[in-house]
């Protein structure tokens, strides 16, 4: 390795969030997100091909996805949305001395088993503000258990502008950038 070469290393952690309209002493609808497996998701530029075409994860997360109805009137669920985010509006990637824009990692999720009615958004830029990544609807409501219905989260970072992406890190500032990524699953139906 060339002596001018140095490593860039960009980081990214999994945290979640579930909404749904249990209160305790009440028997409304649930939700549960869960991570089973990818909460660490590391992108490590350590080779001038990595630099040049950036680095794709596929499948990186893996989603466990339990929404259940308790048949409350006025309550009815439909399906969810799956949102996401930089956690608490983080505006850049972080790095010791140097910052990245969010931009420069995108996200896509796609279903794992049980949710082939879903609906992928396709990749979508990391950003402060919520993005939806995924949908799913089912009129005919049967409930998700996170065993049977999970979701795929893959992530791409330094993909050149030629090969679809938001562009190479060839000439950014070595360093060890990370940031954390927010999951939030939103019931979707009367009365939510």
């Known amino acids: 390795m060339n002596s001018w070469f140095k490593m860039l290393n960009i980081v990214c952690f999994v945290l979640l969030i579930a909404f749904g309209n249990t209160i305790s002493g009440q028997a409304w609808n649930s939700a549960r997100l869960s991570i089973l ?20 994860i596929t499948d990186g997360t893996k989603l466990g ?21 930089s956690f608490n509006n983080q505006t850049v990637l972080q790095g010791d001395s140097y910052t990245l824009p969010l931009s420069t990692i995108r996200v896509v999720a796609g279903n794992a088993i049980g949710l082939e009615s879903g609906h ?54 070595p360093d060890y950038y990370q940031v954390e990524i927010e999951f939030e699953l939103i019931p979707t139906g009367s009365g939510f």
């Open 37 to 56: 497996s990818g909460g660490n998701i590391p992108f490590n530029f350590n080779s001038l091909e990595r630099f040049k075409n950036g680095i794709t």
């Open 65 to 85: 996805i339990s929404l259940a109805t308790n048949n409350i009137t006025g309550h009815d669920l439909t399906g969810f949305i799956l949102n996401f985010r």
């Open 120 to 173: 992928s958004e396709g990749r979508q830029d990391l950003s402060a503000d919520w993005t939806a990544l995924f949908t799913y609807e089912n009129l005919s409501w049967t409930d998700l258990t996170w065993t049977n219905d999970q979701l795929n989260i893959s992530y791409d970072c330094g993909i050149s502008v030629s090969a679809g992406g938001n562009g190479s890190l060839l000439g950014e500032e």
